[in-house]
Every structure is written in C-alpha cells, then in structure tokens.
C-alpha cells in the first residue's frame, strides 16, 4: 500500500498536470541542460506545434537567438538566499516562421532533497500589447519629430510652470536654446504686466477642468525685447483628474498684434473725428438697415445710438421720405459713386431741409458693402434763402415801378417841356417853364438814383 504522503503528491501532481494542460498560457518543463520535458497542449494555439514534436528537443530552437542570454537568468535569489521567480520578455518561434513576443514566467523545482531538477515557465503571448508599444514609441518618436522641427515653440511644464522638455525651435522664437530653457519656470520669462493674467487662466481654466484654452502674453526675448506671444495650452491629466503637466504650443504674434494695436488707435482717432463732427453720419447696409450712427444721428431721429441700429429709415422719416431715401441708396450700390441731393422732410413734427451725401464703402473684391450717408442741417439757410428770394422779388418789383410806372409820366412831362421850349414864351411863362423843367430834371436824377440803388442792393442779396 502507498503511503499517504505519496499518494498526496501522486493527486498533487495529476491536479497540476490537469490545470497545465488546459490552460490558456504556454506551460513548459525543461531540465537544466535546456531539454523540454513537458509542453503544454496550448503550444499547438499558440504557436503551431504539437506537444510531442518539441518534448525531447532543446527549449533553444524556439526562441529568438537575440534572447538566447535570458536563460541564464531562470531564477534568482535574496540576501537570504531564497529563490524567486524571474520575470523577462523574450521571442518565440512560431511553426510559420514569425517571431512572437511573450512574457515569461520562470520558477526552479527542487527535488526532496533541495536539488534543482528543472525549470518551470508559464509563458503568454503578449505581442498585440508589442504592437501597441511599439505604435506608441513611433507616435512618441513621430510627435517628437515633428515638436524638434515645428515653427512654433512646443514646450512641456509642470505644474509649477518647470519646463521639462523645450524644442529647438526656441531658438529661432526667443534666442535660447533648449538646454537654456529647461528646468526654468516659464514665470521668469513673462513680462510682469502680463503675469496676472497668465497664472489666472493656468487656475481658472486649467485647474477647473477646462482641457484646452489659448492665452496671450508678453514674453522677453534673450536679447531684451518684448514679444507678444500666443500660447496653446493642453493640460495632461493623470488618475482622478489630476492635472500632472501641460503641453504648450507657443507663436510669435507680435506683427498682428501690433496691427491690431494700430487698427483700432486707427479705428478710435476715426471714431473721435465722426463722433466730433457736425454732420449726421450713419452706415446701411445692402437692406437700407443702419449698422452704424453717431451722436449726431441719434440726437436728430430722438433715439438711442443701440436703438437706431437694425432699423431703417420707415422708421424715422415719413413714407414719401423713406421711399426716396431707398431709392438713392440703391442708386448708389447700382453705380458705386458718390451722390450728393437736398431733400425736404418733416421728422418729429419740425420741418427740415437736409443735404444728404452718399459714400459707397468697398470691400476687399471691389464690391460695395455699405453706404455711409453724412447728412447736414440746412434749414437755416434754406429759410434764410427764402427770405432773400422773397427780398430780391420784391426788388424786383421796386425796379419795375421805378422804371415804368413812374419813370412814364415822368418822361411824358420831360416830352411836353421838350415842345414848350420850341414855343414863343412871355417873360412870366419862361419863369415857370424854367421852374417846371428844374423841377422835372430834379425829379428824373432822383429816379436814376433809386434805381442804381436797387440794382445795388438786389445784386448784394444775390450773392449773400
């Protein structure tokens, strides 16, 4: 009868040699010289062989010969001098010919007596996790490639703003190498006006989960000016949400930012001069709608500047008003010229005479993308020039009566003294002829003078 001890390893070793044998991983049993005693029949799975056509052979013509080193390496031992197992990764060779990668496994058996008879190894394919790697390390190397030759700085910081990685491209951007960058806390470089701003969006934007977000900000080139720079940040977050890095494309903006800078001191010395003007100045666009009015505008209409805008003039002026403001509006789009007219309109109750003046405004193609209508106030001087033609008609009048009504029986007299004076005349009739001729020659002097008068006067309303 067996003993109870052996009849325990016997049921021991049938419980392993059932598990090795459906499991999925590659189990394989090999003396020290390297000849497989036991192979799993999940070689056949995994790599194409039978059990029995590699039992007996050496473990070596399966494995790559780069990896051949690693069995010498199928255990260690502990200050203490235990064993353990050893974990590496090596390559096997399927019965196809392709090399697959596998993690493996390795535990000493020890015989009764602490001998070592063989070499246990559990082996699994790991060569989709190989693909994986490697695709990484290309991407890795790709990106890599691809931030050490962009124009734009690419930079890696803590974060406590440290650089850990910088590319070269520093250089070109800022004046510093790499090498002069990393390690440095990006702070340092920063102009301190812009500083504020700059932790406030790492904090309120990065910090709050916000992934991605663009920032602007004044940073020093080595040689000591300033550039204006944009910054894409991209925060790099770790287990829990944690944010562990920031990944920062940085660009040179400083041309358009000092065209921006000039546009709009551009933009505000123009608006000034409108605002300050004393026409009424508006922009339509291509539907008669007002996109733009100055105060001078929206003290005539008795409105809002924000109220005007969006609206057209059949909301300010009369129908009749409207219709022809409309239609020289179109007038102008048509041609793409100036046009200048005075029109006549009641606004509010008050009566106006207005100038109006149309400017087309281009677009890059050449094409008109708004009007902008200046409009002046002349209801002064239309009522004053009214007055004048009402004054010079009158003149007129003055200037016909002098030269017809009277000047006729004046010049009927003059032809009866004419008569007389042919005439035999006694010595008192000459006395009142001569009286009555004086007395018409004073009055034809003052005739001539009222008109020459006239004359004056009327040419002087002409031309005031």
Request: proline fraction near 3%; glycine fraction near 4%; hydrophobic fraction near 35%.
């Amino acid at each position: 009868m067996l003993m109870a001890s052996t009849i325990q390893n016997i049921q021991n070793e049938e419980y392993y040699k059932l598990v090795a044998d459906n499991i999925n991983d590659l189990v394989a049993l090999y003396a020290l010289d390297g000849t497989l005693d036991y192979v799993s029949p999940s070689v056949y799975r995994v790599l194409g062989y039978t059990p029995g056509s590699l039992i007996g052979k050496n473990a070596l013509v399966v494995i790559h010969p780069d990896d051949h080193h690693l069995l010498q390496h199928s255990f260690c031992k502990d200050k203490n001098g235990h064993t353990s197992t050893v974990y590496f990764e090596y390559r096997l060779l399927h019965k196809s010919g392709e090399w697959i990668y596998f993690e493996s496994y390795r535990q000493p058996v020890f015989d009764a007596n602490g001998e070592l008879i063989n070499i246990l190894a559990v082996c699994r394919n790991i060569s989709a996790r190989k693909q994986v790697e490697q695709a990484l390390r290309e991407n890795e190397e790709y990106y890599k490639m691809l931030a050490d030759n962009i124009i734009d700085m690419v930079a890696v910081y803590k974060p406590d703003g440290t650089a850990t990685y910088v590319s070269p491209s520093s250089f070109s951007l800022l004046g510093y190498s790499p090498e002069e960058l990393t390690g440095k806390k990006i702070s340092g470089f920063v102009r301190p006006d812009d500083l504020v701003k700059f932790h406030n969006d790492i904090k309120l934007k990065a910090f709050k989960g916000v992934e991605k977000f663009v920032t602007e900000a004044r940073i020093q080139h080595k040689d000591g000016h300033w550039l204006y720079c944009e910054t894409t940040t991209k925060a790099m977050r770790g287990p829990g949400g944690r944010v562990h890095s920031f990944v920062c494309t940085t660009r040179d903006i400083t041309d358009w930012k000092l065209a921006q800078i000039a546009l709009k001191e551009s933009e505000e010395k123009y608006r000034s001069l409108v605002e300050s003007s004393d026409a009424m100045i508006a922009i339509v666009d291509t539907h008669g709608k007002f996109i733009f009015a100055n105060d001078k505008r929206a003290d005539f209409f008795k409105a809002r500047k924000e109220d005007i805008i969006g609206k057209t003039a059949y909301d300010f002026y009369d129908a009749p008003t409207a219709d022809d403001f409309k239609r020289r509006i179109q007038r102008v789009f048509s041609l793409k010229e100036n046009y200048s007219y005075e029109a006549f309109t009641r606004l509010n109750g008050e009566r106006y005479w207005l100038k109006v003046t149309m400017h087309p405004v281009l677009d890059s193609e050449g094409g008109v993308s708004s009007i902008m209508v200046s409009t002046l106030d002349i209801t002064d001087s239309k009522e004053k020039e009214e007055t004048l033609r009402k004054q010079n008609d009158e003149l007129k009048k003055i200037a016909f009566m002098q030269s017809h009504i009277v000047r006729s029986p004046l010049t009927n007299i003059q032809g009866i003294i004419a008569l007389m004076e042919e005439g035999e005349l006694n010595d008192e009739q000459s006395l009142y002829f001569n009286l009555l001729k004086q007395a018409a020659d004073t009055l034809d002097d003052i005739l001539k003078e009222i008109v020459e008068r006239a004359v004056v006067v009327r040419h002087h309303v002409q031309n005031s």
